[in-house]
């Protein structure tokens, strides 16, 4: 895939610590648990930035960016289906690992596609 996807999603921490730094930590933990087990169905690699103020308020945003997404089989997905397929990721592996970390999250939401991030932020794996 030479664009990558990025997602929106809204959250509300219910952690007993809900510093930015827990929050960041939980958020990072649900994302390398998502990627491993959506690798059953699909290659994929994500990076996520958290974005909000979570002292007191809990209430922040997720910025998903999906770097990579190949159907298991080495098939590359289309780009209309890429899209729907990237959000099944956010929906069906990363939300519910947020839920289990008492990380609520709210609606995804589709940015944009863009160019390959080579140049974008820190890489989570």
Not at 30 to 39: E, M, S, T
Not at 50 to 68: K, M, W
Not at 83 to 88: H, L
Not at 105 to 121: D, F, L, Q, R, Y
């Amino acid at each position: 895939m030479s664009e990558s996807l990025v997602y929106r999603l809204p959250i509300h921490s219910e952690l007993a610590d809900s510093s930015e730094a827990a929050v960041r930590a939980a958020v990072e933990e649900a994302l390398v648990q998502a990627i491993a087990d959506a690798k059953s169905e699909y290659k994929v690699d994500a990076e996520s930035e958290v974005e909000g103020a979570f002292g007191g308020v809990g209430e922040g945003i997720i910025i998903v960016t999906i770097l990579h997404f190949l159907k298991a089989s080495g098939i590359e997905v289309a780009k209309g289906a890429l899209e729907a397929t990237g959000a099944v990721f956010v929906n069906k592996y990363l939300s519910p690992l947020l839920r289990k970390r008492n990380i609520l999250p709210g609606k995804v939401e589709s940015v944009s596609t863009g160019k390959s991030p080579a140049k974008s932020g820190k890489k989570k794996k």
